[in-house]
């Protein structure tokens, strides 16, 4: 593999990546461009204009955006070192990817470009930016005599292109898809799906490579493709394909007839990287007797690695497909070293593998099974039941045989809730084990929710206590410099709805026991030895980032429950935080996804298609929002209080907090509940019931309940507020018995009252909900102060 950087120039009919002895050509033509590579050492003529663009780093692939003809070669223009890696080396982190379009008989604007200058021919970035001018008119002496060298390459390889590419041209051109008459949705769909596939691959903390391609690969596989003579694989075999995230935009180098091409790519992975360096005294680590000879420090490491397939958007893309694939994949390694030691755990989580969806946006959609048919759905034949649960059946036989394929022993953890709305799919998951019937899976329940409700995390430790016999089992994978002490035997496979935050923190629990064994078995913790303050906050961190990663990538926004990963406590302020991604990530659901999932197909060479809902996102039925509002406020009754009969009144308001609220949203994001003696403020997850995202007032602790608009405080959306006389409630409150605390909201266009649904059409409607909810509470508080 070619190592960066590479020099970035361009002529009239070619675009030329330049190293210290190689060149890489490809024609600008209205085709597909063809791909060479040739040695410097062939070249010795001059040639006439040429422009230097800047640097890169390394080559992603090439493909044409949909509905254009010309191509664009895809380029790192900007990284940064995250560390270095034992068996792989110097790992780097994407900073920004660059889109160099080959556009035949004119010369690119620089500037466009956002290429770092070449530190060789800075001078020419000075001049004109249309037209950067001939380097010889720029350089010294000196660097004219080292420039002849590449102006001959140019000259010899552009002659030999222009012989070897005209007819291709003129083939591909007659092949090339016209934009479709007609077709203003798509061409939008298409123009922006482009704009959010450059934002995708140029996302912080997303893709990552290393410059020989093993990253990814698991520390085990990275032995076992070891033993296989160097030389005797195709470049596209040398990693895991499973996670070469651009290789269908690498494919025209892959399959280039020159097989110098392929060796031009930098094969990436999606996911998370971190490298942490941990001075053994500082961390509490023990010193081993023979310390001269080891280092003072232990390395770890978390890798993160997002499957190809079956990629997509967290509501675009659920559940299996029909080769075996689930959504939001990911496989994650945590790697420590000392020394010559290297020992790494493996876990993996993914999508329930049944046919599943959860269509609609607003207000925590339902999830739906599909192609197949429970007898709760008695109005669909027994045959076409038979048929959608073998078709189902068949996906969930092919993604388990491929991971036992890999892990030779699989142990579920499923974080599912067993009651409610998620049964559903607790139920499919279970009925396809049984059908599926492998001696080698294992089949763990643990219903978060229920089990960590109330704040309760720490209820996670009877998770790891329960199956610390199968941990001890697997195993994990140790390395040094003999060879392989040891294997993973079997691997986790955990699962919530997301497989995000539940599942982060499961993950993270997991990984922590199994690191105290690592670090008892290389004498570097004593028996049954703990990880110092210091050492938990570290893993603690990591991890917790690593949640916030795979969160964006999925569902937009950093992972829930990230303040418990960090700290191992559950607190307030995280609630609310929680509260404010809740509603981030339906904005995004609704707004973004469409042309985000557009994006992940073409990366993966799947076509665009226009999607009507992009334009209607917002548009569903009425009913089917009314009732997911009412089942939304039972839920939360049910989840916080014991005792129903308590409550006074419950509502679905919008928050409006100066800080964290949305002055112009129009939709619940929070939800209100009035006991005799209490108030409740829930900030919901919208995938799951989550009681412990909320906050609890005595109401004996309210000072003043406020109701009116707002007044101007500087800002435009407090201005908007009161042109509009929005209506708020502000409902100030002590804290620890100190003032200053208050909780704001604005009315949404629903009241449900008496079981009752009413519409709400005008700001005095508003108003009068408002003075109905300040007059309970007020008739609650003289109730409790009679009392």
Same mark, same amino acid.
């Given at each position: 593999?070619?190592?960066?950087?590479?020099?970035?120039?361009?002529?009239?009919?070619?675009?030329?990546?330049?190293?210290?002895?190689?060149?890489?050509?490809?024609?600008?033509?209205?085709?597909?461009?063809?791909?060479?590579?040739?040695?410097?050492?062939?070249?010795?003529?001059?040639?006439?204009?040429?422009?230097?663009?800047?640097?890169?780093?390394?080559?992603?692939?090439?493909?044409?955006?949909?509905?254009?003809?010309?191509?664009?070669?895809?380029?790192?223009?900007?990284?940064?070192?995250?560390?270095?890696?034992?068996?792989?080396?110097?790992?780097?982190?994407?900073?920004?990817?660059?889109?160099?379009?080959?556009?035949?008989?004119?010369?690119?604007?620089?500037?466009?470009?956002?290429?770092?200058?070449?530190?060789?021919?800075?001078?020419?970035?000075?001049?004109?930016?249309?037209?950067?001018?001939?380097?010889?008119?720029?350089?010294?002496?000196?660097?004219?005599?080292?420039?002849?060298?590449?102006?001959?390459?140019?000259?010899?390889?552009?002659?030999?292109?222009?012989?070897?590419? =005209?007819?291709?041209?003129?083939?591909?051109?007659?092949?090339?898809?016209?934009? #479709?008459?007609?077709?203003?949705?798509?061409?939008?769909?298409?123009?922006?799906?482009?704009?959010?596939?450059?934002?995708?691959?140029?996302?912080?903390?997303?893709?990552?490579?290393?410059? =020989?391609?093993?990253?990814?690969?698991?520390?085990?596989?990275?032995?076992?493709?070891?033993?296989?003579?160097?030389?005797?694989?195709?470049?596209?075999?040398?990693?895991?394909?499973?996670?070469?995230?651009?290789?269908? !935009? *690498?494919?025209?180098?892959?399959?280039?007839?020159?097989?110098?091409?392929?060796?031009?790519?930098?094969?990436?992975?999606?996911?998370?990287?971190?490298?942490?360096?941990? +001075?053994?005294?500082?961390?509490?680590?023990?010193?081993? $007797?023979?310390?001269?000879?080891?280092?003072?420090?232990?390395?770890? *490491?978390?890798?993160?690695?997002?499957?190809?397939?079956?990629?997509?958007?967290?509501?675009?893309?659920?559940?299996?497909?029909?080769?075996?694939?689930?959504?939001?994949?990911?496989?994650?390694?945590?790697?420590?070293?000392?020394?010559?030691?290297?020992?790494?755990?493996?876990?993996?989580?993914?999508?329930?593998?049944?046919?599943?969806?959860? +269509?609609?946006?607003?207000?925590?959609?339902?999830?739906?099974?599909?192609?197949? @048919?429970?007898?709760?759905?008695?109005?669909?034949?027994?045959?076409?039941?038979?048929?959608?649960?073998?078709?189902?059946?068949?996906?969930?036989?092919?993604?388990?045989?491929?991971?036992?394929?890999?892990?030779?022993?699989? &142990?579920?953890?499923?974080?599912?809730?067993?009651?409610?709305?998620?049964?559903?799919?607790?139920?499919?998951?279970?009925?396809?084990?049984?059908?599926?019937?492998?001696?080698?899976?294992?089949?763990?329940?643990?219903?978060?929710?229920?089990?960590?409700?109330? !704040?309760?995390?720490?209820?996670?430790?009877?998770?790891?206590?329960?199956? @610390?016999?199968?941990?001890?089992?697997?195993?994990?994978?140790?390395?040094?410099?003999?060879?392989?002490?040891?294997?993973?035997?079997?691997?986790?496979?955990?699962?919530?709805?997301?497989?995000?935050?539940?599942?982060?923190?499961?993950?993270?629990?997991?990984?922590?026991?199994?690191?105290?064994?690592?670090?008892?078995?290389?004498?570097?913790?004593?028996?049954?030895?703990?990880?110092?303050?210091?050492?938990?906050?570290?893993?603690?961190?990591?991890?917790?980032?690593?949640?916030?990663?795979?969160?964006?990538?999925?569902?937009?926004? =950093? $992972?829930?429950?990230?303040?418990?990963?960090?700290?191992?406590?559950?607190?307030?302020?995280?609630?609310?935080?929680?509260?404010?991604?809740?509603? &981030?990530?339906?904005?995004?659901?609704?707004?973004?996804? *469409?042309?985000?999932?557009?994006?992940?197909?073409?990366?993966?060479?799947?076509?665009?298609? +226009?999607?009507?809902?992009?334009?209607?996102?917002?548009?569903?039925?009425?009913?089917?929002?009314?009732?997911?509002?009412?089942?939304?406020?039972?839920?939360?009754?049910?989840?916080?209080?014991?005792?129903?009969?308590?409550?006074?009144?419950?509502?679905?308001?919008?928050? $409006?907090?100066?800080?964290?609220?949305?002055?112009?949203?129009?939709?619940?994001?929070?939800?209100?509940?009035?006991?005799?003696?209490?108030?409740?403020?829930?900030?919901?997850?919208?995938?799951?019931?989550?009681?412990?995202?909320?906050?609890?007032?005595?109401?004996?602790?309210?000072?003043?309940?406020?109701?009116?608009?707002?007044?101007?405080?500087?800002?435009?959306?407090?201005?908007?507020?009161?042109?509009?006389?929005?209506?708020?409630?502000?409902?100030?409150?002590?804290?620890?018995?100190?003032?200053?605390?208050?909780?704001?909201?604005?009315? &949404?266009? !629903?009241?449900?009252?008496?079981?009752?649904?009413?519409?709400?059409?005008?700001? #005095?409607?508003?108003?009068?909900?408002?003075?109905?909810?300040?007059?309970?509470?007020?008739?609650?508080?003289?109730?409790?102060?009679?009392?």
């Amino acid at each position: 593999m070619m190592i960066g950087p590479y020099e970035v120039l361009e002529t009239e009919e070619s675009i030329i990546l330049t190293s210290k002895d190689e060149f890489l050509w490809c024609r600008k033509s209205n085709g597909k461009g063809k791909l060479c590579v040739t040695p410097a050492a062939q070249f010795a003529s001059s040639v006439g204009d040429i422009h230097c663009h800047g640097h890169i780093y390394g080559v992603i692939g090439k493909i044409t955006p949909p509905g254009e003809s010309r191509p664009h070669l895809l380029v790192i223009s900007q990284r940064s070192q995250v560390g270095t890696l034992t068996r792989v080396g110097d790992v780097y982190k994407v900073e920004r990817v660059s889109s160099i379009p080959l556009t035949p008989n004119e010369f690119l604007d620089t500037s466009e470009l956002l290429l770092d200058p070449c530190p060789k021919h800075h001078p020419c970035l000075a001049g004109d930016k249309r037209r950067a001018g001939n380097f010889k008119s720029f350089l010294d002496a000196p660097s004219q005599s080292a420039l002849q060298f590449t102006i001959g390459a140019v000259k010899t390889a552009t002659s030999t292109l222009r012989s070897a590419t =005209n007819q291709a041209a003129l083939s591909v051109t007659s092949q090339m898809k016209p934009i #479709e008459q007609g077709g203003r949705e798509k061409e939008k769909i298409t123009r922006r799906a482009w704009e959010e596939l450059l934002k995708l691959l140029s996302e912080p903390d997303s893709l990552y490579y290393a410059c =020989n391609g093993l990253l990814s690969m698991n520390l085990l596989s990275q032995w076992e493709s070891s033993k296989i003579e160097k030389g005797t694989l195709p470049f596209s075999w040398k990693g895991n394909e499973n996670f070469f995230w651009n290789k269908y !935009l *690498a494919k025209d180098f892959l399959e280039a007839e020159d097989q110098d091409v392929s060796r031009w790519i930098i094969p990436l992975i999606m996911g998370y990287v971190e490298i942490q360096r941990l +001075p053994l005294t500082q961390f509490g680590l023990f010193a081993p $007797a023979a310390m001269s000879k080891l280092p003072d420090h232990i390395s770890l *490491a978390l890798v993160s690695r997002r499957s190809r397939y079956r990629c997509g958007t967290r509501y675009r893309s659920r559940g299996v497909d029909e080769s075996g694939h689930v959504s939001n994949y990911v496989e994650t390694e945590q790697i420590l070293t000392f020394g010559h030691h290297c020992l790494s755990l493996l876990q993996v989580r993914g999508s329930v593998p049944v046919f599943w969806s959860q +269509p609609g946006y607003k207000y925590r959609p339902p999830p739906q099974l599909d192609k197949v @048919s429970y007898p709760l759905l008695e109005h669909i034949s027994t045959a076409m039941s038979n048929v959608g649960e073998e078709e189902t059946q068949e996906a969930f036989r092919l993604h388990f045989e491929r991971e036992l394929a890999l892990h030779r022993k699989v &142990s579920i953890i499923s974080l599912i809730e067993q009651t409610g709305r998620e049964s559903i799919m607790a139920d499919a998951f279970l009925k396809h084990i049984l059908l599926f019937d492998h001696p080698d899976i294992n089949y763990i329940t643990f219903d978060f929710h229920e089990l960590c409700r109330g !704040l309760n995390f720490s209820s996670v430790s009877l998770l790891i206590e329960a199956v @610390s016999d199968i941990m001890k089992e697997q195993g994990f994978t140790w390395i040094d410099r003999h060879g392989l002490v040891c294997a993973q035997n079997g691997i986790f496979r955990v699962n919530c709805m997301d497989c995000l935050d539940r599942t982060n923190v499961v993950q993270a629990a997991i990984a922590k026991t199994v690191l105290e064994w690592q670090l008892g078995k290389l004498g570097l913790l004593p028996p049954g030895g703990m990880l110092s303050t210091e050492c938990q906050y570290l893993l603690q961190h990591m991890w917790a980032n690593n949640g916030d990663s795979i969160s964006r990538q999925y569902a937009g926004t =950093n $992972a829930l429950k990230g303040d418990y990963t960090r700290t191992g406590e559950r607190k307030i302020a995280g609630l609310m935080k929680d509260g404010m991604n809740s509603a &981030s990530r339906y904005y995004l659901s609704q707004f973004r996804d *469409a042309y985000r999932q557009a994006a992940f197909d073409i990366i993966q060479g799947k076509p665009v298609l +226009p999607d009507a809902s992009v334009e209607k996102l917002s548009e569903e039925e009425p009913s089917s929002v009314i009732d997911r509002v009412r089942n939304l406020l039972a839920d939360c009754q049910k989840q916080l209080l014991t005792d129903p009969m308590t409550v006074v009144g419950s509502w679905g308001l919008i928050n $409006a907090d100066p800080v964290t609220g949305d002055m112009t949203e129009q939709d619940v994001d929070c939800i209100l509940i009035l006991t005799r003696n209490s108030y409740f403020v829930i900030m919901y997850e919208e995938n799951a019931d989550c009681i412990e995202e909320f906050e609890c007032v005595p109401l004996e602790d309210i000072i003043s309940i406020e109701l009116g608009p707002l007044k101007p405080v500087g800002t435009s959306n407090f201005l908007r507020v009161r042109k509009t006389r929005e209506p708020l409630l502000r409902i100030n409150y002590l804290h620890l018995g100190e003032p200053g605390y208050f909780h704001q909201f604005r009315s &949404s266009y !629903l009241r449900f009252f008496n079981n009752t649904t009413v519409v709400i059409q005008s700001q #005095e409607e508003k108003f009068g909900e408002f003075a109905l909810i300040s007059g309970m509470k007020g008739g609650c508080i003289f109730s409790g102060a009679a009392n």
